[in-house]
């Protein structure tokens, strides 16, 4: 039993920031690499930025320099800091995690995403 929680969605006017958190529970022997899609209306879903259990970071052109992943491994969560919104980020952001519940497994496991909407 394993599910991630997602927080941190809403409104934000252009220029604006918003942090999302995402936090795994359950039964959860470690969690490799961590991180966060986005889908768009009439797009598919796509990679925002991923983050290793070693903290090195992959980000998507579209925002690089504007957002932040992050990891907190003592509470099984990642964050994705977003600084200067634009309304073209609007999206549902999903986060998801490679987690072994034993040790001898790997599961990707999705949150249930949300609403992320930029605009004036």
């Known amino acids: 039993q394993v599910q991630l929680v997602e927080s941190g969605g809403g409104l934000v006017q252009p220029g604006g920031s918003l942090r999302l958190s995402c936090a795994a529970s359950?039964?959860?022997?470690?969690?490799?690499?961590m991180g966060w899609y986005r889908q768009a209306p009439g797009k598919e879903r796509e990679l925002v930025a991923t983050?290793?259990?070693?903290?090195?970071?992959n980000y998507a052109d579209s925002v690089k320099g504007r957002f932040t992943i992050s990891r907190d491994n003592a509470k099984n969560t990642v964050y994705l800091q977003m600084n200067s919104l634009k309304p073209e980020d609007t999206a549902v952001y999903y986060c998801n995690a490679d987690i072994s519940e034993t040790g001898r497994d790997i599961t990707l496991y999705w949150g249930q995403g949300t609403q992320v909407t930029v605009s004036s």
């Open positions: 983050i290793t259990s070693g903290g090195y970071t």
């Open positions: 359950g039964s959860i022997f470690s969690i490799n690499a």
